[in-house]
């Protein structure tokens, strides 16, 4: 498909079934990772975990469990928006939504050159979720697990993820089939405002 086809296609994607990925396809996806640009070629400032252990997904859930089950904090973070579906809000919260792949983003840390470590793994992850539109896959940013440890210490497990030392996770992308085809959507140009100098 051509690049305005993908985005047409690109669509978070919030239902998965249970089957995993194929190696070639995760294989793609991190190809697509190292594609991304990375600010000063700092590679080496990047790290990505693949988890594919549900207890260890589960673990890493339980933050974003808790700070789900405060209406008041959630009421506060998406203001009206905020309105879980009645089947969802049955549900022990997964903010991984059920994907049988999550892989994590992380940054070592550094005073260099502050904030690039944002555009970095911001780009890495755009790549991997395009890529999994040309895979024919589904995939979610994720952020809200990762916040939510930050915020409690207390359920922060990210040592699970077995990262190098002076690495922090920023942002992960879950990956997996998705449980029905989502169909493209119309793209819009007047989303983010825009004016001219």
């Keep these: 498909m051509d690049y305005f086809e993908l985005l047409q296609n690109r669509r978070s ?7 995993q990925l194929s190696p070639e396809d995760l294989s793609a996806i991190l190809l697509a990772a190292n594609a991304a640009p990375v600010g000063s070629n700092l590679y080496k400032d990047l790290h990505l975990t693949v988890v594919q252990d549900r207890a260890v997904l589960d673990k ?7 700070r789900w089950a405060d209406k008041a904090k959630m009421k506060d973070i998406w ?3 905020y309105k ?6 049955k549900k022990v919260y997964d903010p991984f ?23 970095n ?13 040309e895979l024919g896959l589904g995939s979610v940013l994720m952020w809200f697990a990762l916040e ?11 040592d699970l993820l077995h990262l190098p030392d002076q690495f922090t996770p920023l942002i992960g992308l879950a990956v997996g089939h998705p449980e029905k085809p989502l169909p493209p959507r119309a793209l819009q140009q007047d989303k983010i405002s825009v004016n001219f100098i």
């Design 121 to 133: 793994v911001a780009c890495v992850v755009s790549s991997m979720h395009l890529a999994t539109v």
């Design 148 to 158: 939510c440890m930050r915020d409690m210490p207390e359920y922060d497990h990210t």
């Design 84 to 89: 879980p579906d009645a089947e969802l809000a």
């Design 13 to 19: 994607t919030r239902r998965y079934t249970d089957e």
């Design 79 to 81: 203001g009206g928006a």
């Design 97 to 119: 939504h059920g994907a049988s792949t999550v892989i994590f983003v992380s940054h070592r840390q550094q005073g260099v050159q502050p904030g690039i470590e944002f555009s």
């Design 60 to 66: 890493l859930s339980e933050a974003a469990e808790k």
